[in-house]
């Protein structure tokens, strides 16, 4: 956890002692509830390794390693509860407070390292700010000295950026008009495509809020890292994939002919390697086999096929559906080179960033038009030379 | 907890073919009624496939925004939302009056009411004289104007002439038009000539669609007459062979959609409260005083 150790909280930190925290009413008050909801013989613990409470026939327990105190009425366990506010503090907020959806719960843990640092040691760091990324975002989470969290929403490209040089937001569904668009203007149809805009920041979300964001942007994304978590992640791969497709998709079917994955090695590497798409692809060929590119690093994994490669996969079945032939064609070696250069180009979305008068890149436009000027100007340079069937 | 889950096409390629239904997701979510109001899309995110488990509840009810019953609501949807032993014959409709069916969700275990398209609801057809109202910004308009209602033909599914002749005869029937005439794209009697099926000075042409896409803004506008190519633009109204034609573009990009949404639900058992008069009250066309 960074900043862990930092003299985040002063001398509670420095000490290492529990930080301060002022136990706000209503998290004593759900506590009692809670315990008092307990069936005999459960317990309720305040986080790992935290005091558990109990309530039975002489009231109220708790326990904390081997000690236990035992028929304890409503202002003592208030009291015994006062002492371990930071403990008090945190199971109010990432129980009561986030609401009992379990993916929602376990997101707002791992934003702050819930599960693998004790609640000390954490507190002192939320004071400054944890901050984790989410694809290309980057959420901060910052607690009061009432424990209670604040959420903030970014682009994590802007990390450093003062919240005032952003467009504030505060309502989570503007998210949506905010991704539709990249910097460049144009539609991204692809939620999880790393091409997302910049400029604008959530600074001030509470938890609830901070997970719709979240999940606006990244739709579905925390419930299949959930899923994954559990080990319930329902991966659906290529083969079942495709084959459950009907109408104008169903013809991709015809693309799997038994003769091995390579067409669905290149469609994932094309459309699925984390330069296109920042989900980590889990589904592979079949059950059996995988495929030989490398899924990405995605912290939330891809469980099927999209539909943007659903789409694409019609496109080339229909393509690759075509004969090859032998064709010839007079080059230089740096034309060859070129356009190497140019179909890398492309392929990269480099297009953009090669200068007007960079005539030294074979992708360069000048360069590309001088080829097309030379090989294409009234002719079709590429003959075939196994004449093709008068089919065509 | 109920939740209210609005799917629809989407598309990879026009970013405006998602903005009705989540217009009208927003019109929900602000009058109550629901718990949760999710959306999900064949073509974007969350996909018809993972929208089930973007909501909590227990108890969905789905509500497709199409015009018509077809492949993507007997076949698409259920199967992507996999919904448990789906069958169309559930529905018991002849084309026009599937209701809801309930199933088990088979990757959540959630309860979902899928319902009818809302392009087959009757009150879709007070979405279209609304949408009368609002191209001409008349809440009373019908002396004097013809209705022309507007869609595919049978070419692509013959359940989506049969909406546009419901709804084109409901119209009629409130005898508050002039003229009323069903049209199509692709057969007798066609939009192309669309002055000649018409008396009335004035025509509000009102394309039964969910979103303003190609269809709506390239190839009925020029057939029609309103340009000679879509990237001119056109005037509303516009004048066509001597008839003023009030170009109402996609009758789902209306606001009073979100009542149609809302009955389907209603319709299929869920309990809104009073979210049907507050969304008929917010969504109505001003009148000017």
């Known amino acids: 956890m960074p900043d862990a150790s930092s003299d985040a909280d002063g001398d509670d930190a420095a000490s290492g002692a529990a930080p301060s925290i002022t136990l706000p009413d209503e998290a004593l008050d759900a506590l009692l509830s809670a315990v008092d909801a307990l069936d005999p013989g459960d317990e309720l613990e305040l986080g790992a390794g935290g005091p558990r409470l109990s309530v039975g026939d002489g009231g109220f327990a708790v326990a904390t390693g081997d000690e236990r105190h035992a028929g304890l009425d409503e202002d003592e366990l208030r009291e015994v509860a006062s002492e371990h506010a930071a403990a008090v503090a945190d199971w109010y907020f990432l129980d009561s407070v986030a609401g009992d959806h379990p993916p929602r719960r376990a997101f707002l843990r791992w934003l702050e390292y819930a599960d693998e640092t004790e609640v000390g040691e954490r507190y002192a760091a939320l004071a400054d700010g944890v901050v984790r990324e989410w694809g290309q975002l980057a959420i901060t989470v910052a607690r009061d000295d009432r424990g209670e969290r604040t959420y903030e929403v970014r682009n994590a490209e802007e990390a450093d950026a003062p919240v005032d040089d952003l467009k504030r937001y505060d309502d989570p569904l503007d998210a949506r008009r905010l991704v539709k668009f990249d910097d460049d203007g144009r539609y991204r149809p692809l939620k999880t495509a790393p091409t997302l805009p910049t400029g604008w920041v959530f600074a001030d979300l509470g938890p609830r809020e901070a997970y719709e964001a979240v999940e606006t942007i990244y739709p579905a994304t925390i419930e299949n890292w959930h899923r994954e978590r559990e080990g319930e992640l329902d991966v659906s791969h290529w083969r079942e994939t495709m084959e459950r497709q009907t109408g104008i998709y169903g013809v991709i079917q015809t693309w799997d002919r038994d003769e091995g994955h390579e067409h669905v090695d290149w469609v994932a590497e094309a459309c699925c390697a984390d330069s296109q798409c920042l989900k980590r692809r889990e589904w592979e060929y079949d059950e059996e086999t995988d495929l030989d590119v490398d899924g990405g690093d995605g912290v939330f994994p891809c469980r099927e096929p999209c539909s943007v490669v659903v789409s694409a996969a019609r496109q080339w079945t229909k393509l690759e559906g075509e004969q090859s032939h032998t064709y010839e064609i007079e080059l230089t070696p740096s034309e060859v080179e070129q356009i190497e250069a140019i179909v890398d180009a492309v392929a990269e979305g480099r297009t953009d960033d090669i200068r007007e008068a960079d005539v030294y890149e074979g992708a360069n436009r000048y360069r590309a038009r001088f080829l097309r000027a030379k090989l294409f100007g009234d002719r079709d340079p590429f003959r075939p030379v196994d004449a093709p069937a008068e089919d065509e | ?289």
């Open chain 2, 1 to 289: 907890m109920q939740a209210l889950v609005i799917v629809a096409h989407g598309s990879h390629l026009n970013p405006d073919s998602s903005a009705p239904t989540h217009d009208h997701a927003d019109t929900v979510r602000a009058v109550g009624g629901f718990d949760e109001v999710a959306v999900g899309f064949w073509k974007e995110e969350p996909s018809l496939r993972e929208v089930l488990r973007t909501v909590e509840s227990e108890e969905v009810y789905v509500v497709p925004l199409f015009i018509s019953e077809g492949y993507f609501t007997e076949e698409v949807i259920p199967r992507e939302l996999r919904l448990g032993g789906w069958d169309p014959a559930d529905w018991e409709s002849d084309g026009l009056s599937a209701d809801s069916a309930t199933y088990v969700a088979e990757d959540t275990g959630q309860t979902v009411h899928y319902c009818g398209p809302v392009g087959t609801h009757e009150a879709m057809t007070d979405v279209i004289v609304r949408r009368a109202e609002s191209v001409t910004g008349d809440p009373d308009v019908g002396d004097g104007f013809g209705l022309a209602v507007v869609g595919h033909g049978t070419e692509r599914n013959e359940n989506s002439a049969k909406a546009i002749e419901y709804h084109a005869d409901r119209v009629r029937e409130m005898d508050r038009f002039d003229e009323v005439r069903a049209l199509y794209m692709d057969e007798d009697p066609e939009v192309d000539d669309l002055t000649d099926f018409f008396d009335a000075d004035d025509v509000v042409l009102v394309p039964l669609f969910i979103a303003d896409g190609y269809h709506t803004q390239e190839d009925i506008p020029e057939d029609v007459g309103l340009c000679e190519d879509h990237t001119e633009g056109w005037d509303v109204p516009e004048l066509v062979d001597d008839t003023r034609v009030w170009y109402a573009g996609a009758v789902g990009t209306e606001p009073l959609m979100a009542d149609v949404v809302l009955e389907r639900a209603v319709d299929a058992g869920a309990d809104v409260g009073d979210a049907l008069a507050a969304v008929q009250e917010s969504t109505r066309v001003a009148t000017g005083d």
